[in-house]
């Protein structure tokens, strides 16, 4: 079998590898569950390689969540549920609906009007849906129903990073007006949750700690909602500075023939301020 730019090949081998007997005995072992962690990782090198600007990159790790794509589309046709067809079928349906403005005829002909618009259809679809779901749920019970896209913020899915599940929460909440008018006061709330964080810490009860730690996260996310610094992006960044700067520590230990494990704290330290140091004159 030959490499092709046609998405049917694609199809064609991932087939091939979900085939009993001949194909993959990793790929015929695996199921939603097994295969979701990595759908949503190959989502996160997409990102990555934007963040880098290596299209080289981008291209590659683009083939590998069309991939994902393909693998659940296929073991959805295996159970009867639906083809890889249905699912492009599906999504252009949806896009053209969703932009009648340039489909259709339609009076939305600046960002705001579309945007009002795109809000109107999505909600006209989350109403189809929930008759859908109620259809199904008289063939199959409640329990086909239970997916946690009921009520308000039933928009916003669970199954995504919590840092952007919690920054669509509080986005979502705002369009009804419960949301804080400005920044100042969600500094005030974020004080009082590390002050809450401290007091289970002191009681050492490890559920309370956890939940107050998730009140302080969720502050944070609200902060730069406010003064419009995505959390996912802003905590990336910090990462990228931590591994740049510990990257430091680990190269100037090794001029020293010391290892990371034997090196002190305040050796370590000392390192990582000279790292911020340089970060500074070289203004990054």
Known sequence: ???????SRLIEIMAALRTPVTGCPWDLEQNFSTIKPYT??????VADAIERSDMDDLCEELGDLLLQVVFHARMAEEAGEFSFEDV??????????RHPHVFDRSDADTPDAVKAQWDDIKAEEKRERAERRAKRALTFGPAATEDFKHGFLGAVHRNQPALTEALKLQSRAAKVGFDW?????????????IRELREALREGEQDKVADELGDLIFALVNIGRHVKADPEDALRGTNTKFRRRFSYIETELEKSSQSLEAATLERMEELWQAAKAIEREVGI
Request: net charge negative.
């Open 181 to 193: 008018s400005e920044a100042e006061p969600i500094l005030d709330k974020i004080e009082e949750e």
């Open 40 to 45: 949503i990782e190959e989502a996160y090198e």
């Open 1 to 7: 079998m030959e490499p092709s730019k046609d998405i």
């Open 88 to 97: 492009v079928e599906a999504i252009t349906r949806k896009m053209i609906r």
